[in-house]
């Protein structure tokens, strides 16, 4: 009896830390604040997208996301996973191989009301704080002499100085704010802030003893094969945290060469985002979203909507987190049954177009509506909800 208890247990913490799943159409990772996925990715998309119009990919993640398979190449856990084409069951088959179909939508051709509601549009990012980081009895001065020495171009030390300015200028909460409005209007510096900034590079500006603990849990004979990649800076501090007899025994062992993922920089820039990284949530504009409804009384901001005869529409979707709604001449609806983390929609309007509309932190019953373009080929869907559960979908119809 026991043993069995302990292969549940061993099975419930293997889903409990899961952190990547690969779907039919995306890559979903389910990382959190204590789960940092670090994901090394390609913009190799199966159709000739644009790759000018393809986002990069920041390498570290401490929240939720979804990576589409049709548009890059993914190397997870010393795996590579190629790009693939966009997967669409076939509209004339009823029944899928997963999951379940809905045809048409849930109200079919009528007047309907909703309820709109004006949402600001969050961006969600992480960003590292020099208040978390630099030795408190600095002066401004000389943190700024510390930058001065590191491996920065011009341009990131000066990001890295006007940030010192931020740090000193005033109370916790003004920084969050100052900073949450540069990932809003200015995206170089936002790049900054949530990728470029996490690197070895950073180390000689860190205070206390996280370099130390760290270096303690790795093998000698890695860091000594790393040993001459690292700056002059780095190299230096590394040097200072540790005693004497420690570096020269790293000095002294031969070089081993890690396994894919397993380096010492790489675990380095994956601690220094896990353990120092902060939530910033940023505002991208409005949208405006809705609700059916509930009562008589609702009367306020309500608009009447002349939903479409909706039965060439087919919906297939993997989990019932996600509901097609009805449509337009110019705009689709569809209900979340979930409260849901990230949901995305790819509308594949060719094989060289692609539109992505995305939204976070959604209730239920929420009405969401994106462009409806009667000559495009699918709109192609995604998310993974509160409760860290993945859900796909694609909507299709039959005069294309």
């Known amino acids: 009896m026991g043993k069995i208890q302990n292969q549940n247990s061993e099975k419930i913490e293997k889903i409990k830390f899961l952190i990547h799943k690969e779907g039919k159409n995306y890559h979903f990772f389910f990382a959190t604040p204590n789960s940092v996925a670090r ?4 913009r190799v998309p199966f159709y000739d997208f644009p790759k000018s119009k393809i986002t990069e990919l920041p390498s570290l993640h401490s929240e939720p996301i979804l990576i589409p398979k049709f548009l890059y190449s993914v190397d997870w856990n010393r795996v590579h996973f190629p790009t693939h084409a966009i997967y669409t069951p076939s509209y004339l088959n009823p029944k899928p191989e997963t999951g379940e179909t809905q045809i048409g939508g849930s109200t079919g051709a009528r007047k309907i009301l909703l309820t709109k509601i004006k949402r600001t549009k969050y961006g969600q990012s ?8 630099v030795n408190p009895n600095y002066s401004e001065e000389e943190v700024n002499a510390k930058i001065e020495e590191l491996y920065f171009d011009r341009t990131n030390k000066n990001f890295l100085f006007r940030l010192v300015r931020i740090l000193y200028s005033g109370k916790p909460e003004e920084e969050y704010k100052i900073v949450s409005n540069l990932f809003t209007h200015e995206p170089e510096f936002a790049k900054f802030l949530s990728s470029s900034m996490f690197t070895a ?3 000689p500006l860190i205070h206390g003893p996280f370099l130390q603990s760290f270096i303690s849990s790795f093998e000698e004979r890695i860091i000594k094969f790393e040993l001459p990649k690292l700056s002059k800076p780095v190299k230096d501090v590394l040097q200072k945290s540790v005693s004497k007899n420690k570096f020269q025994m790293i000095l002294d062992s031969p070089a081993m060469e890690p396994k ?3 380096g010492f920089v790489e675990k380095m820039e994956t601690e220094v985002y896990r353990r120092f990284s902060r939530n910033i949530y940023f505002e991208e504009g409005n949208i405006f979203t809705y609700r059916i409804p509930s009562g008589e009384d609702e009367t306020e901001n309500q608009i009447s909507l002349d ?22 001449k110019t705009k689709l609806f569809f209900k979340t049954k979930e409260w849901i983390d990230c949901l ?6 060719s094989r060289k177009d692609l539109e992505v509309y995305e939204f976070h932190r959604l209730p239920p019953e929420l009405v969401l509506e994106i462009p409806f373009f009667p000559t495009g080929l699918a709109v192609i869907g995604g998310g993974i909800t509160k409760e ?8 299709q119809w039959f005069d294309y």
Do not use: A, M
């Open 388 to 395: 860290r559960k993945d859900f796909e979908f694609t909507l």
């Open 201 to 203: 590079e950073i180390i």
């Open 344 to 349: 995305r929609f790819d509308w594949s309007l």
């Open 39 to 42: 994901i090394q990715s390609t």
């Open 307 to 328: 939903l479409e005869d909706s039965q060439k529409f087919k919906l297939w979707k993997s989990n019932p987190y996600v509901e097609f709604l009805g449509c337009t």
């Open 126 to 133: 992480k960003y590292l704080s020099l208040r978390d980081i």
């Open 260 to 262: 894919e993922g397993e």
